[in-house]
């Protein structure tokens, strides 16, 4: 299995993002994740279109764009344009999922399927072959910085024993209160792609990368 870490930007220092994004770079992260938040579908505002335009000539890092937006079809193109190549979407914020990923796929990108922790595991069955990539939020979404939810290492295992059985090659990302000390837990329930934020940003970032690479290197 392919093991990839993506710091997430939310928790990156702006006054010097462009290096910062190069010292994970440097030291094996290969995406980065980019957090939209529309103050709707959760309650804070992040950043959007400009940003990932102008950050995008700056990294050969995957950008991988977690779209936290209500009906996010409205802007799958316009993230397409600027440089995304993963957009992943929530089920709970679509009024159409099939349509919202089919549009992603029309624009060339791959598709992520996100959902929060009170939804369950098998609203994603629907959607299986549409899928490119399971985002299984380990946090309530719009904040960094929280504690990880221990319940989801069975919703992990449970998202990774669906994927087994569809015979398809879907990634599994695990998003929210990951750090050195539980990265481990989630490797073992069945997560390929992880996402840290305060673990890779708070502190020394190309460090902070290092160490998280060398447990995933493990797996
Ligand atoms: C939360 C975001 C996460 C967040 C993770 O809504 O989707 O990507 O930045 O941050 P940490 O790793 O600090 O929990
Ligand atoms: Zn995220």
Redesign the pocket.
């Known amino acids: 299995m392919n093991y990839i870490l993506a710091p997430?930007l939310?928790?990156a220092d702006f006054q010097c993002l462009a290096e910062q994004m190069k010292q994970t770079e440097e030291n094996g992260a290969k995406y980065l994740?980019f957090?939209v938040m529309d103050g709707m579908f959760?309650p804070s505002i992040s950043f959007g279109v400009p940003v990932l335009k102008s950050i995008k000539g700056a990294t050969n890092q995957v950008m991988d764009v977690?779209l936290?937006v209500q009906e996010p079809i409205r802007y799958v193109k316009d993230f397409a344009q600027a440089g995304a190549d993963i957009i992943t979407v929530h089920l709970e914020a679509c009024s159409d999922v099939g349509n919202t990923l089919r549009e992603i796929k029309a624009c060339g990108k791959k598709t992520g399927l996100s959902i929060c922790p009170q939804t369950e595991a098998e609203e994603l069955l629907p959607y299986m072959d549409l899928t490119d990539m399971i985002l299984v939020m380990s946090?309530q979404?719009?904040?960094?910085?929280?504690k990880f939810i221990v319940e989801s290492l069975e919703k992990i295992r449970k998202v990774r024993d669906m994927i087994e059985k569809s015979g398809q090659t879907i990634d599994l990302e695990v998003?929210?209160?990951?750090y050195q000390e539980n990265v481990e837990e989630v490797l073992k329930a069945g997560a390929n792609v992880i996402?840290?934020?305060?673990?890779v940003f708070g502190g020394n970032p190309g460090e902070n990368t290092r160490v998280m690479m060398e447990r995933l290197k493990q797996y």
């Open positions: 997430s939310l928790a994740h957090d959760v977690h936290m946090v979404p719009g904040f960094g910085g929280q998003d929210g209160g990951i996402v840290a934020g305060s673990a």
